[in-house]
């Protein structure tokens, strides 16, 4: 099988001071640079840590920073470069 036919499901996110770690069900793990998302770089490490995976693992979500993140376009490198801190498909 091959492994880019999985689609990617968020587990559980962690970070460290200069990114956000997110394991997915399938055993991968993915790790950003949080300087990709202005919003939660500034945020603190709680409201970081405040977060809701939705939709059975597809979105990430943070209610008080007004942040979303598509799990499937964070593994493929879309941008939104209108709001620099989301990930979502390109146009």
Same mark, same amino acid.
């Given at each position: 099988?091959?492994?880019? $036919?999985?689609? !990617? =499901?968020?587990?559980? *996110? #962690?970070?460290?001071?200069?990114?956000?770690?997110?394991?997915?069900?399938?055993? +991968? *793990?993915?790790?950003? @640079? =949080?300087?990709?998302? !202005? +919003? =939660?770089?500034?945020?603190? @490490?709680?409201? +970081?840590? &405040?977060?809701? *995976?939705? %939709?059975? /693992?597809? /979105?990430? #979500?943070?209610?008080?920073?007004?942040?979303? *993140?598509?799990?499937?376009? =964070?593994?493929? /490198?879309?941008?939104? &470069?209108?709001? @620099? %801190?989301?990930?979502?498909?390109? $146009?």
């Amino acid at each position: 099988m091959n492994i880019l $036919a999985l689609k !990617p =499901l968020a587990k559980t *996110i #962690h970070f460290d001071s200069e990114s956000m770690t997110v394991d997915l069900v399938d055993g +991968r *793990i993915l790790t950003v @640079p =949080l300087a990709y998302f !202005p +919003r =939660l770089l500034k945020a603190s @490490p709680e409201q +970081r840590n &405040h977060y809701v *995976i939705s %939709g059975g /693992g597809v /979105g990430l #979500h943070w209610d008080e920073l007004d942040e979303d *993140i598509s799990v499937e376009y =964070l593994m493929m /490198g879309y941008i939104d &470069h209108s709001n @620099p %801190g989301n990930f979502s498909k390109a $146009a």
